[in-house]
């Protein structure tokens, strides 16, 4: 089968997209008197979609044409996750960016994503509370208004443990002695910021707010009963539970 002088055409579902070698149509999905194509600034009836020896051609009324049905442009996905913990609102920050194509956009694939998390579009954005942990390889691809879809794209999400607390104070000191606290912090997201969340810690200590840490000389004989809570970057709270130190 020869193909009459006239070139290719491509396929696809945005008229505006004008090209050297060809111009796109109304419809990727061709058949007998099928939609209006364009070709330049002319519209030309598609009459049948014909096959020979593996390739494909369209017979027009003006002609018959390569049928190229490569994306007239490209879609891009770019950006990355920032890391979210496990029983924490995940905050995405803004999600990853589209380039190319027309909007909007709808989602082809979004796969691997940790349990409880959900793609959206505008950008490509994830919403939602997981309770995995670990790094995730994620995919995501999406396709534009025309039907055009977006080169996959991985990337990788990290899922922290919830923050936690840990530690016994003193059970006992003396006045005058030195008085030292201090709890470990494990998993969640720093910065953490410290604080005294019930009773009092001992006279003559204080509370490191960055580290959780109290320490301090005795001043006074008393039974101090305290909790120690940790609030992490991403909001996220634990506490060291009450802890007693009896002073003489």
Same mark, same amino acid.
Request: glycine share 14%; aromatic share 8%.
């Given at each position: 089968?020869?193909?009459?002088?006239?070139?290719?055409?491509? *396929?696809?579902?945005?008229?505006? *997209?004008?090209?050297?070698?060809?111009?796109?149509?109304?419809?990727?999905?061709?058949?007998?008197?099928?939609?209006?194509?364009?070709?330049?600034?002319?519209? *030309?009836?598609?009459?049948?979609?014909?096959? =020979?020896?593996?390739?494909?051609?369209?017979?027009?009324?003006?002609?018959?044409?390569?049928?190229?049905? =490569?994306?007239?442009?490209?879609?891009?996905?770019? /950006?990355?996750?920032?890391? /979210? =913990? !496990?029983?924490?609102?995940?905050?995405?920050?803004?999600?990853?960016?589209?380039?190319?194509?027309?909007?909007?956009?709808?989602?082809?694939? $979004?796969?691997?994503?940790?349990?409880?998390?959900?793609?959206?579009?505008?950008?490509?954005?994830?919403?939602?509370?997981?309770?995995?942990?670990?790094?995730?390889?994620?995919?995501?691809?999406?396709?534009? *208004?025309?039907?055009?879809?977006?080169?996959?794209? !991985?990337?990788?999400?990290?899922?922290?443990?919830?923050?936690?607390? !840990?530690?016994?104070?003193?059970?006992? $000191?003396?006045?005058?002695?030195?008085?030292?606290?201090?709890?470990?912090?494990?998993?969640?997201?720093?910065?953490?910021?410290?604080?005294?969340?019930?009773?009092?810690?001992?006279? /003559?200590?204080?509370?490191?707010?960055?580290?959780?840490?109290?320490? /301090?000389?005795?001043?006074?004989?008393?039974?101090?009963?305290? &909790?120690?809570?940790?609030?992490?970057?991403?909001?996220?709270?634990?506490? &060291?539970?009450?802890?007693?130190?009896?002073?003489?």
């Amino acid at each position: 089968m020869a193909r009459k002088q006239g070139g290719s055409i491509y *396929v696809s579902t945005d008229p505006s *997209v004008t090209l050297a070698i060809g111009i796109a149509g109304q419809s990727t999905t061709i058949g007998r008197l099928g939609p209006t194509i364009y070709k330049g600034t002319n519209q *030309v009836q598609v009459q049948d979609l014909l096959t =020979e020896d593996g390739f494909n051609f369209l017979q027009t009324e003006d002609g018959l044409y390569d049928l190229v049905t =490569e994306s007239p442009y490209s879609i891009t996905l770019s /950006g990355s996750f920032p890391v /979210g =913990e !496990s029983g924490v609102p995940y905050v995405d920050g803004g999600g990853l960016t589209i380039t190319g194509g027309t909007a909007p956009y709808t989602i082809l694939q $979004a796969t691997n994503l940790p349990a409880g998390l959900v793609a959206s579009i505008g950008s490509l954005r994830l919403t939602g509370t997981t309770t995995d942990t670990g790094f995730k390889g994620m995919t995501f691809q999406v396709a534009d *208004v025309n039907g055009v879809p977006s080169t996959p794209y !991985s990337v990788v999400i990290n899922i922290k443990s919830a923050v936690s607390m !840990s530690g016994t104070a003193p059970a006992t $000191a003396s006045v005058g002695t030195v008085y030292a606290y201090h709890p470990t912090t494990s998993n969640g997201v720093s910065p953490f910021v410290y604080a005294v969340t019930a009773g009092a810690i001992p006279s /003559g200590t204080t509370l490191n707010t960055a580290t959780g840490f109290v320490d /301090g000389t005795l001043t006074t004989p008393q039974t101090a009963t305290f &909790t120690i809570g940790v609030t992490d970057a991403l909001g996220a709270t634990a506490n &060291t539970g009450s802890q007693t130190s009896v002073i003489t």
